[in-house]
């Protein structure tokens, strides 16, 4: 499998505070690689240094194509999606006007009618203020405006994050059709059951940098590393 986004020797700061340390990774076409650990490991950071919004060392590569130095916009041109785990939806704006921001114009993979067929809750809501909607409503929309951006990879942080068991289920459904189509992905999650539901491959982050990267049953047979970058407690 030929790689899509590597990593090598990648840093990143917040201010004086050093939070990756040289992280190598890289994912292939297609692929769900599922990233896990405890919090503060580094996770949410290394998704921000891949979209260029912190201070990074190193090197991040898109298809050959280096994307240090770029702004956030240039790298989501490139076809990288990000769905942060605060969602930042547009609240003032219609779950329509967010959809149509987010729209790329040559999509070959997800239209908005695609958007609405996977969540037709937002289909309802079209012309409601995104402010005024649930917590797991948000979390559709935010989904779903990077599923008209088209992009090849998607980074997820924790899309299950303080949602009901019916819409997560719902986000799962989605994030399952994004496999299915052929999208590769980052997916930022400490519930294992969704992990290796549509993850390929696993890694494990502990204090900035990887220190697992394998197959679910390997980590699962690998005591020491559940014990001292998992377990909570």
Not at 183 to 205: H, S
Not at 209 to 219: A, E, M, N, P
């Amino acid at each position: 499998m030929s790689a899509l986004l590597e990593l090598a020797g990648l840093h990143a700061w917040y201010g004086a505070s050093h939070v990756l340390d040289g992280v190598d990774l890289s994912i292939g076409e297609g692929e769900v690689l599922a990233l896990s650990g405890r919090n503060g490991s580094g996770r949410s950071t290394l998704a921000k240094a891949i979209m260029g919004l912190v201070q990074t060392k190193g090197d991040v590569r898109f298809r050959g194509a280096s994307l240090v130095g770029l702004r956030p916009f240039r790298i989501a041109r490139r076809g990288i999606g990000y769905v942060p785990e605060q969602r930042d939806i547009f609240p003032s704006l219609t779950v329509r006007e967010n959809l149509v921001l987010g729209m790329n114009a040559h999509a070959r993979r997800f239209t908005i009618d695609d958007a609405y067929r996977i969540f037709p809750v937002l289909q309802e809501r079209m012309s409601v203020k995104a402010g005024v909607l649930s917590g797991g409503e948000q979390q559709m929309l935010a989904l779903a405006r990077t599923l008209v951006g088209d992009p090849e990879l998607v980074i997820v942080d924790e899309p299950a994050e303080g949602l009901a068991p019916a819409v997560v289920r719902q986000v799962g459904d989605c994030l399952a059709t994004l496999k299915q189509r052929g999208v590769a992905m980052l997916l930022i999650e400490q519930r294992m059951t969704i992990a290796r539901a549509l993850g390929d491959r696993v890694a494990v982050m502990g204090r900035g940098t990887i220190v697992f990267d394998g197959t679910f049953d390997t980590l699962a047979a690998d005591a020491r590393v559940t014990n001292d970058w998992l377990s909570v407690g």
